[in-house]
């Protein structure tokens, strides 16, 4: 607020007073009367979180789920590019020459390719028909950049796999040999996947499983035993009476499966 407006308390001479959110009056300026582009920008958000399709089925089976996508993707795929070696054994699924792998480091097993998903140098747009994506987005330093690069990695018509956490516990090491970054909710993944089409969600536990999961004993001691069943069996008990609207987006995480457009036809 000016000094002329705190000491007189009414706007300077010659400029229009609206009513302002923290302000008793705000001075009328070109700049806060409605933005097109603004609106425009919004609009679009909201479009891409109703395009969304969230399939719970898969719940508490999110093994057989991503076994069933990579199978999709090894019979179908002439060449899938698996981003951080993230398929771990069941790259076994896919022939030797239909799969290449790309990781930051050149660890063990070395990848076939050296290069950042973030801001490549050596990885080839428009070459590949799968990309495999699992827990890696968390890590990286600039999510949506790494998204912009598998768009143009892919061929139109190309799918997208990807694992994201949401309510998960921070899990970088202490040396930082990698990084713990980001999360993501189901209205930032509509965000970062707007260009894609046919974009599904397929979240992973519920919402007092996802809580508990937050504390490491729950996954390496009650899940290690009894699997994902003690997830379901945590939220059937505690669904009535703790029940919330937002329940269903309360997650620990999602996978997701999407597809770049085809192109148009002639």
């Not at 719940?59 to 076994?67: A, H, N, S």
């Not at 950049?145 to 768009?151: E, N, S």
């Not at 029940?243 to 309360?250: A, F, G, K, M, Y």
Request: glycine letters at 6%; aromatic letters at 10%; one cysteine or more.
């Amino acid at each position: 607020m000016s000094k002329s407006l705190q000491k007189s308390g009414r706007p300077p001479a010659n400029t229009a007073a609206v009513a302002g959110p923290h302000d008793d009056t705000v001075a009328a300026s070109p700049r806060n009367t409605p933005n097109p582009d603004a609106g425009t920008n919004l609009a679009r958000h909201r479009a891409a979180i109703e395009k969304l399709r969230i399939d719970p089925g898969w719940r508490y089976d999110g093994k057989r789920l991503l076994r069933d996508k990579l199978g999709f993707m090894a019979a179908q795929c002439e060449l899938t590019l698996d981003i951080g070696q993230s398929s771990r054994d069941l790259a076994e699924l896919f022939a030797p020459d239909r799969i290449e792998s790309v990781d930051i480091n050149r660890g063990e097993p070395t990848p076939d390719i050296v290069d950042d998903i973030c801001a490549p140098s050596r990885l080839e747009p428009a070459r590949y028909d799968g990309i495999v994506c699992l827990s890696v987005l968390e890590h990286v330093y600039d999510p949506f950049a790494a998204i912009d690069t598998m768009y143009r990695l892919l061929i139109p018509g190309g799918y997208l796999l990807l694992h994201l956490p949401f309510h998960y516990r921070y899990h970088a090491p202490p040396d930082l040999a990698f990084a713990d970054c980001y999360r993501f909710s189901r209205d930032g993944i509509a965000w970062m996947l707007r260009d894609f089409e046919s974009v599904e969600l397929y979240p992973i536990r519920g919402a007092w499983s996802s809580m508990i999961n937050l504390r490491r004993f729950w996954k390496k001691t009650i899940e290690a035993r009894f699997g994902l069943r003690a997830a379901r069996w945590l939220d059937r008990l505690l669904a009535k009476p703790g029940r919330r609207p937002t329940d269903e987006l309360q997650v620990s995480g999602y996978y997701v499966w999407a597809r770049k457009p085809p192109a148009a036809g002639p």
